[in-house]
């Protein structure tokens, strides 16, 4: 046994850090770490820069743009990413599309859509969930008929991130409805500025609208836009969830939160004292710094030991407690800023306000952190359906 | 004992229900604090109508002689309509410091400007760097001649948007943070040298930070004794915590009852999510939670009125401190098992949930009450 990072690996940690320092925008970070909102212009930079060096789409085969890094490569980019306060990669095209492309499409969807995720001229969105098909997405019912040259696509997709900003949209559509619900799926590529297709956003409790509900009404879209085979659309929808294999467990951003966790309890003051020297809250702090360890060694494991065990059945389990931490961070943060944190305070949110915020700076984001960070635990598999497949597949229950 | 409401309690439950619901829905409710004034008047004026403002005054007064008890049972239902009036900063608190306090003529003059609904009130006794410790008062007041001069500031105020008349603690001397020399004056909110910074909180309900500069004032705007205003400060927080607790109760129903409609109503896997076991024991849990804290805001109602400070305390800091993790985990439990509907702003149950949030913090968190209580009942 060794915990420590190879020679090689922490010579890629310094490539990384240099890179990083050359070559992040400062004011992107400076976001971060006061906690507002990127605006979609912020992620395309970031995008480009990554572009720029050949790091955007590390997990693609090599002849795409891929970097061939090995898990724990991959797992020490993130990591540092986050500590810079780089936003989470926007992942539709490059971590999830991009890959069932890559796996799955023809030579001429390959030509056509790697280059422009790539470029930023895609901008994609998954629209997977419907309103009657969240955690069984496999009862999904838009529609897509045949009709010469064209699918006919017809339903409603919801909770579509960033659909607002996507030019293109991947989907499940239902395109027999004679064999089992898994066997009449297809996965269907569209332009979001055909005909037919609306997008209303949803405003969470978080007072944000990351989400929307995305309309489609007899959308015409070529018969070429389908991967792979008609009603193989679970196969790569399956394969497309679960192809993440590093950044389930949250461990780079896990410590992103940590940092400011620190700095907040080291600004707010109890019984006359910094807050980080309050024995009741040095003990939830050292539990959840803890709780982080244990994720960040089992994480680490479970790349090192691939093919020991159950990979599906570990993702779950990172799934399940990263998620879970990630909200308990904004929970702590929020509890360490008092009262402060009660006022509804959207304004200080947005990148040009120069309004005076109420309270601390940390104040502003920490309730709309902590509500946003309820989601964790609802998608990509909630914790429930996580069990679910622990049980199951690791257990035999 | 009795855990049941009397009939006079169960009679104006009842018609503040009817009150409640025939004059707020969602829409109403949201439309007053994004394009309104963050309350309603008329439900105001109702209020005064229906005598809720006179209810923990004495009959002399005007007042119904009511007891903390029957602020609960206001409390709850306010809690369960989401209502926005200041209820609680106006007659809770504001109400108990003139009753505990006042002068005659305090108290002649500006409760039954209370009871008739011209009068609303806040009580400030945060300070931006005091966190929930009351005795950390910074804002101080010079006599100077038969005035006083006041500056400082008071920090997250609960109603203090609205007030007309803002009740302040005031260091008069004693060192920082101090639980000796504090003084509580009447500030009038439109004094010279008062300025507010007004905001919705998580809620929707208005608070505010106050700033007094150099604010003058005469003798007769102290409240109670000079230097001596503590124990009536912790009276006023309990009570205040009492009612927050009985209004975070009420939102707690709703919650549970919203969260076993879904569970019915939702269907995933050909059947409604309510069947299956894990979302079951969830939502035994949030029912069990419920009912425990229920027993204990009617332990801390009883006794919110007690002049034993320990005792009154300790109840009240074992509701906070109970609500504020079983209401809360609940409240986390209630979003899960909607799935992506919980995370909805036009769903209702994320106001609910933010109703509960601000009684969990307001005077002090659940770290807060657990050293109050053990404080209280290990030391001496
Ligand atoms: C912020 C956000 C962003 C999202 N982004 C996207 C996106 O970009 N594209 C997209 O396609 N989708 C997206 N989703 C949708 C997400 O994948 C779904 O919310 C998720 O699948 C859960 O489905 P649901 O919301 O319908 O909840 P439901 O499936 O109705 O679940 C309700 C409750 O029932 C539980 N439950 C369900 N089935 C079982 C079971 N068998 N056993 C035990 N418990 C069960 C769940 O755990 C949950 O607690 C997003 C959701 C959110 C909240």
Known sequence: MDLNYSAEEEAFRQEVRTFLKEKFPQDIGDKTRAGKRYSNVDNGRWQAALYANGWDVPSWPVEHGGTNWTPVQADIFDEECFAVGAPRMVPFGTRLVGPVITNFGSDAQKKKYLPAIRNGDHFWCQGFSEPGAGSDLASLKTRAVLDGDEWVVNGQKTWTSSAQYANWIFCLVRTNTEVKNQEGISFLLIDMATPGVTVRPIVLISGEAPVNEVFLEDVRVPKENLVGEVDMGWTYAKFLLGNERTGIAGVGAGKADLVELKRIARVERKNGKPMIEDPLFQARLSRLEIDLKALELTNMRMLSEVGDGNPGAFASMLKIRGSELQQRFSELQMEATGAYALPWQQGPLEADWNGKAVGPDHAAPRAPLYYDRRKTTIYGGSTEVQKNIITKSLLGL | ?380
């Open chain 2, 1 to 380: 004992m009795d855990f049941g409401y009397s009939e006079e309690q169960v009679l104006f439950s009842n018609s503040l229900q009817k009150l409640l619901s025939d004059s707020y829905n969602v829409d109403v409710r949201r439309a007053l604090v994004e394009d309104g004034p963050g309350y309603s008047e008329d439900v105001w004026k109702a209020f005064a109508e229906m005598g809720l403002l006179a209810l923990p005054f004495p009959e002399d007064m005007g007042g119904f002689d009511g007891t903390s008890v029957d602020t609960m049972v206001v409390a709850i239902e306010l809690g369960r309509h989401l209502a926005l009036e200041p209820y609680v900063p106006t007659v809770v608190m504001a109400g108990s410091a003139l009753k505990l306090a006042g002068s005659d003529a305090q108290k002649t003059d500006l409760i039954a400007k209370i009871i008739s609904g011209d009068l609303k009130m806040a009580v400030a006794l945060t300070e931006p760097g005091s966190r929930f410790d009351m005795a950390d008062v910074t804002t101080r007041a010079v006599a100077n001649g038969d005035d006083y001069i006041i500056s400082g500031s008071k920090s997250v105020v609960l109603g203090g948007d609205l007030a007309d008349k803002i009740i302040v603690s005031v260091r008069t001397s004693g060192d920082t943070r101090s639980e000796d020399g504090l003084t509580l004056f009447i500030v009038d909110a439109n004094a010279d040298g008062v300025s507010r910074e007004t905001y919705s909180l998580l809620d929707g309900r208005g608070g505010a930070d106050i700033h007094l500069e150099n604010v003058r004032v005469p003798a007769s705007a102290v409240l109670g004794t000079l230097d001596q205003a503590w124990s009536v400060m912790e009276h006023v927080a309990d009570q205040a915590s009492a009612a927050l607790c009985a209004e975070s109760l009420g939102a707690f129903e709703k919650v549970n009852e919203l969260t076993l409609e879904y569970l019915k109503v939702r269907e995933q896997f050909g059947r409604p999510i309510g069947k299956f076991q894990v979302l079951q024991h969830h939502m035994a849990d949030m029912v069990i939670e419920y009912e425990h804290a229920r027993s204990l805001v009617c332990q801390s109602s009883m006794k919110a009125d007690s002049e034993d400070a320990a005792e009154r305390g300790k109840a009240v800091s074992s509701t906070k401190v109970y609500l504020g993790e079983g209401g809360h985990k609940s409240c986390q439990s209630a979003i899960q098992l909607h799935g992506g509907i919980g995370m909805t702003a036009e769903y209702e149950l994320g106001d609910f949930v933010k109703r509960m949030a601000i009684s969990e913090v307001l005077f002090g968190d659940v770290d807060h009450h657990l050293v109050r209580f053990g404080k209280l009942s290990y030391l001496d």
